[in-house]
């Protein structure tokens, strides 16, 4: 072999190394600091008037640092309103009352008016959003919505399970309380009340799980 093979040679094992080489390790914990300042001012100026700037100056973090973790605006969004619902759902401890009347009503979480405004307000960005990202629309009404119907699927499939009733539309009937309350909050921009809350349940949930006993 010849020093100009062995000389390329090295150079492409020294080339497939640097390739191969791990980059440095995301800070972790600073994900949930960026998703909060994200949320912060998106309900302050609204999806068209918030910047990746503006969150990295809200967080205290050096805008490459927002890019490292999302590409693009639409990205760090729809990510920051999933932390929010699953922020929220971790605080619920899945109830276990022995109804499923008792289990949802359980389930619903009191917020102050100041989170209430919050959520309305996110909300509404992301509805801005399924409008001028049409490619995130679908991914950015499930962010708000997939911790929401994990819970209530679990909630509903047990009803069925300890025989409370005996089948129905779970997938279909777990999104109807998280997918109503964001268009309550985003269209409508109402408060997610405890009352509103409390007419889903008796009103339409355990009406369509009475309703599945019937056919």
Known sequence: MGM???GNDQAADTAS??????????DVAR?????????AVLAETGYEGMTIDMVAAHSGSARATVYRRW?????LVVDAVRHMSASDTAQLALPDTGSLRGDLIAGIIPLSVEDQELRI???????????TEPRLAGLGGGAGIEPWVDV?????????DRGEYPGADIETLA???PMMSICRA????????PEFSLSLIDGVILPAMRGAQLT
């Not at 190394?17 to 995301?26: D, I, M, T």
């Not at 994900?31 to 949320?39: C, G, Q």
């Not at 209530?152 to 069925?160: D, G, K, N």
């Not at 985003?186 to 009340?193: D, E, G, P």
């Open 4 to 6: 100009n093979e062995a």
């Open 121 to 131: 307000k996110v909300l509404a960005g992301l509805a801005t959003l399924a409008k």
């Open 186 to 193: 985003a269209v409508q921009q109402k408060a997610i009340t």
């Open 31 to 39: 994900n949930a600091k960026i998703l909060d300042s994200a949320l």
């Open 175 to 177: 999104q109807v309380m």
């Open 152 to 160: 209530a699927r679990i909630l509903l499939q047990r009803s069925i």
């Open 17 to 26: 190394a640097h390739a191969h080489r791990p980059g440095r390790k995301l």
């Open 71 to 75: 590409a693009t605006k639409a990205d």
